[in-house]
């Protein structure tokens, strides 16, 4: 079992996920969900970050009072990624980066 987060989140991505999670008033018991979609067989994917609850398939990770979930088979998919958020005049968000 993997005992630390295998992502890296920036300070700035954190602060933006917990006003995230305050602003849109997510419930007790959810974690913040980090994933991969689109995975194929050469091992390219994109990521995913929304709020969820646990789940039987599911390693938990907590990080300054907040759960973080990754599904097991998609934790070597992740691992060495830097989620990080970006603030630009035309657009801001979440980014992950290698």
Not at 15 to 39: D, S
Not at 90 to 96: D, H, L, N, V, W
Request: net charge negative; charged share 30%; glycine share 8%.
């Amino acid at each position: 079992m993997i005992k630390e987060l295998p992502i890296h989140i920036t300070p700035k991505a954190f602060e933006n996920i917990k006003r995230i999670m305050t602003n849109k008033q997510v419930p007790a018991g959810y974690g913040l969900r980090i994933g991969t979609k689109n995975t194929n067989s050469c091992g390219a994917s994109s990521f995913m970050l929304g709020f969820d609850t646990k789940k039987s398939s599911d390693d938990s990770f907590e990080i300054e009072g907040i759960e973080v979930l990754i599904n097991k088979k998609e934790l070597l998919f992740l691992v060495d990624l830097t989620l990080d958020f970006e603030e630009g005049v035309e657009a801001s968000g979440f980014k992950f980066e290698k």
